[in-house]
């Protein structure tokens, strides 16, 4: 009940074309998900984080869309540039006395080809 | 002003030696966690340290692995006995306060080889 677990393992999107990432929950007090973005030979970095108490978030050309009555939720990059490519973890959070804890997803390889 | 900073950012060492991982959280952060990535994985989480609050080393994956955190800022995880499959990167994240819905500052990480 405490997993995450983030689809596709790696993604290859054409320059100018949409990625989507998804991830799914079961944990029904979870209230934060973040999105870390990874470059090789750096640690994560915080990207976009969304809470329950909306269906979209949008910074830029990041968008989270929150599904809470499927436990889901999913990153959406627009207009996907080779820059962007990197591993994209979501996680999540809010599970009581462990709340200090984020529950990892098991990350997504993004390749953005030009 | 300075990110989380972790030395050394390559480790190579031999089967059964001991070796000490360094991070350097940002000023003023007084959570502090430590993670490990395997090649390709996802974070897996090690420990946890708030204030002068005990641990959290549910993560620790065995008694080889020990962590301290002096005077509330650096860290050392310590791996004894090392072993083939310690190999991994090694992440170090601080964060201001110990609610989860802080965000986490990641170090580079010590990329760790036992041959």
């Known amino acids: 009940q405490q997993q995450v677990k983030q689809s596709p393992q790696s993604l290859i999107v054409q320059k100018g074309g949409i990625s989507i990432i998804n991830c799914a929950y079961e944990?029904?007090?979870?209230?934060?998900f973040p999105w870390y973005q990874q470059f090789p030979g750096k640690g994560p970095a915080l990207l976009i984080a969304i809470r329950p108490d909306v269906s979209e978030k949008k910074e830029g050309r990041f968008t989270i869309s929150f599904n809470k009555s499927a436990k889901q939720f999913s990153l959406h990059i627009m207009d996907s540039q080779p820059g962007d490519s990197a591993t994209y973890f979501c996680?999540?959070?809010?599970?009581?006395?462990?709340?200090?804890?984020?529950?990892w997803g098991a990350g997504t390889k993004l390749i953005i080809k030009p | 002003g300075a990110g989380v900073s972790q030395s050394p950012s390559n480790k190579v060492t031999e089967k059964g030696k001991d070796v000490e991982l360094r991070c350097d959280p940002i000023?003023?952060?007084?959570?502090l966690y430590w993670y490990r990535q395997s090649l390709g994985q996802g974070l897996e989480f090690l420990i946890y340290f708030q204030g002068n609050s005990a641990p959290d080393k549910s993560g620790l994956p065995s008694d080889r692995f020990s962590a301290e955190r002096t005077g509330g800022s650096v860290s050392t995880l310590t791996i004894q006995r090392t072993q083939q499959e310690d190999s991994a990167v090694y992440l170090c994240?601080?964060?201001?306060?110990?609610?989860?819905?802080?965000?986490?500052?990641f170090g580079p990480g010590t990329r760790l080889t036992v041959l």
């Open positions: 000023s003023g952060h007084t959570a």
């Open positions: 996680a999540a959070s809010g599970d009581g006395a462990s709340n200090y804890q984020l529950i």
């Open positions: 994240a601080s964060s201001q306060s110990w609610a989860s819905q802080n965000e986490q500052f």
């Open positions: 944990n029904t007090a979870f209230d934060y």
